[in-house]
């Protein structure tokens, strides 16, 4: 369970502006999570050291480095192999749920979503990874 007392670092990964202040505000104003956000696949793999964040929110679909290939660097790396991971997408076919699962995916938001929503099922994602 995520103490009221600690907040839970997340990383959120998304190219999409209007995306970025719609997540960081639904998960903040919950008082249980501290959001950054990296506009890129890229731009995130220099946050991480820096940032150290308990999770990783990842868009599945961004310009240069997709949130797949962001996430398979990760898992090549031994600081950030284990890092848990959900991917936000709108991509919710079988074969790509089998996709992101191989990649140690912690869960899958679909596109869209409920921004009052947001908190409450990533808290249960990462309740159901650490139960």
């Known amino acids: 369970m995520i103490s009221r ?42 946050d991480i050291p820096e940032y150290k964040p308990d999770l990783i929110i990842i868009d599945v679909i961004m310009p240069g480095m997709s949130g797949p290939k962001t996430v398979e660097y990760l898992r090549q790396n031994p600081d950030t192999k284990e890092l848990p991971v959900i991917f936000i997408t709108s991509r919710v076919q079988a074969h790509q749920i089998e996709q992101y699962n191989r990649l140690g995916a912690i869960g899958i938001i679909n596109k869209p979503f409920n921004p009052l929503h947001l908190a409450p099922q990533v808290t249960t994602i ?6």
Do not use: C, T
Not at 13 to 33: A, R, T, Y
Not at 126 to 131: F, L, N, S
């Open 5 to 46: 007392s600690e907040k839970l670092r997340v990383l959120y990964v998304d190219d999409d502006p209007d995306l970025q202040q719609i997540v960081k505000h639904g998960l903040e104003m919950s008082g249980n999570f501290l959001v950054k956000i990296s506009p890129s696949g890229e731009q995130a793999i220099v």
């Open 126 to 131: 990462w309740e159901a990874h650490h139960g």
